[in-house]
């Protein structure tokens, strides 16, 4: 009988290959952009919505002024902005508008997502490609056995936490110190 | 046969009679906290909620700091802070808890309701009436042909606009420049 | 010296004359097609999306099957169903790619909106006309005190809630027994 | 030079062994609850409520009738529901007041969490837990090098993927067909 454990690993054996597939340069220069920004702006709908709110969080934490695109006070976004765009497919409508507005106002535009070739190509700064399978069968591809998009909003909420990891060390943080900057209200 | 127009003159009847029913000098006292505090902080649930966010959206576009509590990236609050809580019986069990929680970091606290002697009392330093109904029928309440508590939610919208006005008025800001601190992103 | 009191009235009172220029005949096919449909979608931005939300809430406790575009949990859109789009500009970008897909679904799209010749014409098939001031400067708007759209976001709440008032009445529904079906958990 | 790839690794070898120490039993029942019940509820605070928001999404394309807590339209909970509490301390004031709600309409509680010993143990029938390190440094605790509850929001998603990966088998689902009950207006 197959148990809760066994299909929990073929799940966690996917996450480590796809995570360990991530190119280090990309990653890299996302971190570069985001310590650069003087304000970071997410987009994405559903799911992948949901991991960017989630890296926003943990990155406001870290002292980064972290902004979800369409919650209740937003600022106004500049040319010392970053946008980060997650989008497996790169061509969900919502997310390209906003990508092309910010450029409007020259704000650095990064894209996240499985399709190195999408509509966001030519709005965006930057790319990392989370090599998830797409139905464009790009070589290196990693297959998933999950229904939907999973591995990809999986995976992009540990590319988010591995880059505040990585803060976390840089800045030799004391973790215990955190909570302070914490919301205290919940 | 009753027309769309009448039902609309009926609510909107009912809502000149609440907003001049609202004490001045306690809206002014909430006005001079939302001036002096540092950030202001917003908790209500439901529609009320809603009626809040909108408040916190507006007074944000004028240049005050404001935060939804709940929302994705929320800071601590400190004593030099406001907490408004809108709840009409203030016996709503989170706005309780948030209000008490508040306390305890000293910040201030206000509560827009209905019922003046509820639990909110012993946790608020500022209280503002909306007098409609409540089931206490307490003296001045303001009957409602309208279901649940939709008067109390668009009061509270019109109380924190009224306050918007003010001080649009008071700093003459020039309307044309709010747009620029407005997101840009939508 | 102005008080809250004379600030407060003349905000009832853009709000009574703007909903007193709202087409009856408008309103009641907008009220028609809620009736009618399956289920009934709402999309907007900003503080419009607000007073969506909360027309969806009180519609809801009505027994009307409502969901806001985006929402956590949102059923896929059909034929039989309403979207309902709140734009005053009727402009928005991603309320217009929401109502393009919509009426790719062939769901009925009704807007609700300040300009009666906006892009968003050709994506709907009932249009709701909020009269107040555009930039077009169109015959018949009513001018604002107030900053940005409040006045359109207030009318906005105001014409759901009228429609929900007329629903109450039209059902000779008990208010009381409406909290039966209300969120018990807040 | 430490790289994106060793650090990310660092992360899923912790939610390797994490998911890997539940315990298939507490799993499994878990599973049980959410497939006989007829609508499942979702309650928590910060990151722990986003997983939660993604568990209720991918649920609902399998077909349960899932709500999140608070969301702008939400049924009344009944005895034939499932209300889960994500708490890693099982100590949070706004989960465990709704949990005690729950309770009173006779809702079946299920919590997911870190501490076994916790308030919410009187308030809940079902227990999950992810054996993350606590304060209370209990026996089979997996420690993490990641700030803050980072370890748990993530094994919470996981799980909650884990048990969605599960029904899809049984069910022998077609997986291209999930997208039918997709939103289709994002």
Redesign the interface.
């Known amino acids: 009988m ?4 066994d ?7 996917e ?2 290959t796809t ?2 597939s ?1 190119d ?1 340069t990309e ?2 220069n996302l ?1 570069a952009a985001i310590k650069k920004a003087d304000k970071v ?1 997410f ?1 994405g ?3 992948v919505l ?2 960017l ?2 890296i ?3 990155l ?3 002292g980064i002024k ?12 500049t040319e010392k902005d970053l ?1 980060i765009v997650g989008s497996g497919s790169g061509e ?3 997310p390209l ?2 990508a092309k ?2 450029k409007q ?1 020259n704000a650095t535009v990064a894209h996240i997502g499985a399709n190195p070739n999408s509509s966001m190509r030519e709005h965006s700064d930057l790319f990392v490609r989370i090599p998830v399978s797409t139905k464009l069968q790009l070589p290196g591809e990693i297959p998933s ?4 998009t ?1 591995l990809f ?2 995976s992009l ?3 988010g ?2 880059l ?3 803060i ?2 840089e800045q030799t ?1 004391d ?1 215990h110190s ?9």
């Open positions: 197959v148990q809760f454990n299909i929990a690993k073929e799940i966690t054996n996450l480590s995570l360990n991530i280090n990653a890299e971190l702006f987009v709908v559903g799911r949901l991991s709110q989630a926003a969080k943990r406001a934490h870290l972290t902004y979800v695109v369409g919650q209740i006070t937003e600022p106004a976004i946008l969900s409508a919502f508008i906003i507005k910010a106002f056995v999950q229904p939907m999973s909003e999986q909420l540990l590319l936490d591995t505040a990891l990585t976390v060390r943080i973790m955190l909570w302070e900057y914490h919301a205290n209200l919940e």
